[in-house]
């Protein structure tokens, strides 16, 4: 007999049985079903919450942009020692993100959702890419105005690094095999892009 519905928090059950199935499967890999069959309750106790499985996932990467983005406002620590050091922790923040929580990264990340379908989605990523921002438009103040990138831009060059170094190096992709750890992967591309935009001597 299906008893989970009447323990705790059924919502927060599904989205821990969701988490559980995404890490194994992707978050397109597994059905509403299988996510209530974890979660020790019938098909149509789920449906009390969710309307279908792009509502749960929406929830699970909901909750993920939370968690990020109060790694990267930790990690940022208000631009403290320098903005330099707290930029380059934003990056690293990204990074643990994706070790630590590999569920809620995919489901943020690679299940297809349309921030338009998800508003409430929408605003929470929104909020996880403005501490980036953040960082590089303080970083950037070190330049001459009429040669500072956009903070949007440069946050979104220094974001899509972080994500390639995930994806390629912490994620197990066949055949993309370094003798480099992903932190200092991304310590060094950061290293050249800001050196790029010269924000660091050459042989800083």
Sequence with gaps: ??????HGN??????EAAL???????PTGFTLSEAA??????PAAVYRHFAGRD????????QGYDIFAALMEFAYNDGQPTAL???????????????KYPG???????SGLSFNAHPDLALVATKARGVLEKAAEKLSEQMPADR?????????????MSHGVVELYMRGAPGAKSPFTPEDLLEAGIGIYLRGLGLLPPDC
């Design 1 to 6: 007999m299906k008893h989970g519905y009447h």
């Design 148 to 160: 500072r990138p956009p903070a949007t831009m440069f946050s979104a060059h220094v974001w899509a």
């Design 104 to 110: 809620h990264y995919m489901a943020m990340f690679e």
């Design 10 to 15: 059924l919502r927060q059950a599904l989205v």
């Design 20 to 26: 559980v199935l995404i890490a194994e499967r992707g």
């Design 37 to 42: 069959k974890r979660a020790d309750v019938t």
């Design 85 to 99: 050091a707290a930029f380059e922790a934003t990056g690293r923040a990204y990074l643990a993100f994706a070790r």
């Design 55 to 62: 509502d749960l996932i929406a929830e699970v990467a909901r």
